[in-house]
C-alpha cells in the first residue's frame, strides 16, 4: 500500500470540515441553524477546491447520495398524507383504552407501538406523530408524561436501529456499503430485539412511583373521529406492499427509493382529495439540505484524500485484531453520538472504512459495529438524536403552558435515565458481536 503523505489539499479540506462540524454542534451557543452551518460548509468545500484543484461543481453533486435523499423524502411525504386522516390519533387511543390504566402496560404497549413504526418510518417521524399525542393522553388520565415521552424516544431510537429504513445513518450506511434490507434486518433484528426487551425492565424500574400512580378516567369527549378512513387504510395497504417492495428490492434490482417513490405514487391516486402541493409542504426540506450538504463536505474531504491519509494510521489496528476493534468503534460510535447527533459522525466514518475496504480489508463487523453505536448511542442524552431534542422541547412547552417546570423533561433527567439505558444495551449489543462474530464478520454478499 502506497503511504500518502499529508499536503496542502488534505489541510483545507480537513479545516473546512473541522469548522464546519464545530459549528454543527454548536448550535446552541452561537444560535445559527445547523442547516445554515451545513451548507456554509458545503458552499466553502467547492470553493477551496475549486482554489486548490481537489473538488469541482460536478464532483460535489457526484458525492451526493441521491438514494438516501429520495427515500428520506418520499417517505416522508407519505406520512405527511396520512397525519391528517387521524389514524395515528384512533391508533394511539386505542392502545389507552386497552391499557385500563394500567400505566406500564400503556407504557409497554405505546413503545411497542412507536417501535414498530420506527421499522418502517425513520424515528423523528415516528416521535414527531407519537409525542404530542402521549401528552394528550396522558392529560387526560391526569398523570406525568414523562415516562412515556422518554420511553418513546428511547424506543424508537432502538427500534430504527434494526431495518435500512429505520434510522437516516442506517440509510447512509447501507447505501454506501450495498447492504439490502434482509440483510440489514437479518444481522441487527435480534440485537434490538434484546436491547428493546432490556429498555422496558429499566424503564420499570427507573420510573417505579411515576408508574405506580392511579390515573384517572379518561375524557372521550375531546376524541375527534378517522377524517379520512379511504386515504388512512389505503396509506396501511400502501405501507404493507412497500414492506414487501424492501425485502425484495434486492431481487427486483430496484433502490429502496424507487419503492418509495412508487408507493408515494400509488397513495396519490389512492386519496383522491390529497393536496399534494399541501403534502409536500410539509416534507422536512431542512433536514434533506442537511444530508445534501455533509454529503458534499464529506466528498470533498475524500476527493483531497484527507480521510484515506487519517485511514492508513487506523488500518495496523484494524488487520491486528478485527474484533477489538469492532466492539472499539462501537463504543466510540456510541460515545460521540450521545454528545453530537449521529448523522455527522456517520457522514464522516464511511468514507473512512470504504479506505480500508478499498485496501482489501474485511471491513463487514465494522458496518454494523457502526450501526449498533450510532443508534443506541442516541440514547445517552438529549442530544443524541433529532428525535431525542423534539420530545425535550415538546416537554418545555408542556411545562411552560401548566407553569410547572417539573414537567418538562431537564438535560440532567435525561442523562440519568437515558445514559443507563445506553449503556446497558451497548453492553447486550457488545456481548452479542463477541459472541456471534463469525456471523457479523462474514463478507456482504
Not at 391528517?84 to 394500567?102: E, H, L, N, V
Not at 469492532?326 to 453530537?340: D, E, G, K, N
Request: charged content about 10%; some cysteine; glycine content about 8%.
Amino acid at each position: 500500500m502506497e503511504t500518502l503523505v499529508w499536503n496542502t489539499e488534505m489541510m483545507v479540506s480537513g479545516i473546512v470540515l473541522a469548522l464546519t462540524f464545530l459549528a454543527i454542534f454548536t448550535e446552541g451557543v452561537h444560535h445559527v441553524h445547523r442547516v445554515k452551518c451545513a451548507m456554509a460548509g458545503a458552499a466553502a468545500m467547492i470553493v477551496a477546491g475549486q482554489v486548490f484543484h481537489f473538488y469541482s461543481p460536478e464532483d460535489a453533486v457526484h458525492a451526493i447520495d441521491w438514494n438516501v435523499v429520495f427515500l428520506l423524502g418520499g417517505m416522508m411525504t407519505i406520512v405527511a398524507i396520512m397525519i391528517p386522516t387521524g389514524g395515528f390519533q384512533q391508533m394511539a387511543y386505542a392502545i389507552a383504552d386497552f391499557s385500563k390504566g394500567r400505566l406500564f402496560l400503556l407504557l409497554a404497549l405505546m413503545g411497542t407501538l412507536v417501535t414498530v413504526l420506527s421499522l418502517l418510518l425513520d424515528n423523528v417521524t415516528t416521535v414527531v406523530i407519537f409525542g404530542p399525542l402521549i401528552i394528550l393522553i396522558c392529560k387526560s388520565l391526569r398523570v406525568s408524561a414523562i415516562p412515556m415521552l422518554l420511553a418513546a424516544a428511547l424506543l424508537s431510537d432502538t427500534g430504527g436501529v434494526a431495518t435500512l429504513v429505520g434510522d437516516p445513518p442506517n440509510l447512509m450506511i447501507g447505501s454506501a456499503a450495498d447492504i439490502d434490507f434482509n440483510t440489514f434486518i437479518i444481522h441487527m433484528g435480534a440485537m434490538v430485539a434484546v436491547a428493546w426487551v432490556l429498555i422496558l425492565v429499566f424503564l420499570r424500574f427507573l420510573f417505579k412511583s411515576e408508574l405506580a400512580v392511579t390515573p384517572q378516567p379518561m375524557d372521550l369527549t375531546e376524541r375527534e373521529p378517522l377524517s379520512d378512513p379511504k386515504t388512512w387504510y389505503g396509506a396501511l395497504g400502501v405501507l404493507g406492499v412497500m414492506v414487501i417492495g424492501f425485502v425484495l428490492h434486492n431481487s427486483l434490482h430496484w433502490e429502496p427509493w424507487f419503492v418509495t417513490a412508487l408507493g408515494l405514487t400509488a397513495l396519490a391516486f389512492i386519496g383522491k382529495d390529497i393536496d399534494m402541493e399541501e403534502a409536500f409542504a410539509h416534507t422536512e426540506l431542512a433536514l434533506l439540505m442537511f444530508f445534501i450538504s455533509l454529503f458534499i463536505i464529506v466528498g470533498g474531504v475524500e476527493h483531497s484524500k484527507f480521510l484515506e491519509y487519517v485511514g492508513q494510521f487506523i488500518i495496523p489496528f484494524v488487520e491486528r485484531d478485527l474484533l477489538m476493534a469492532t466492539i472499539i468503534l462501537m463504543w466510540v460510535s456510541a460515545a460521540l453520538s450521545a454528545a453530537i447527533d449521529n448523522i455527522p459522525f456517520t457522514a464522516a466514518m464511511i468514507p473512512i472504512i470504504l479506505g480500508m475496504e478499498a485496501q482489501g480489508i474485511n471491513v463487514t463487523p465494522l458496518w454494523w459495529a457502526l450501526a449498533a453505536g450510532v443508534g443506541m448511542g442516541g440514547n445517552g442524552t438529549h442530544l443524541g438524536s433529532t428525535a431525542n431534542v423534539f420530545i425535550v422541547t415538546i416537554s418545555e412547552k408542556m411545562a411552560k403552558d401548566a407553569g410547572d417546570p417539573s414537567l418538562a423533561i431537564t438535560p440532567g433527567l435525561w442523562f440519568r435515565k437515558g445514559l443507563p439505558v445506553m449503556l446497558i444495551t451497548l453492553l447486550s449489543c457488545t456481548v452479542i458481536m463477541y459472541v456471534f462474530f463469525d456471523f457479523f464478520s462474514r463478507p456482504i454478499a
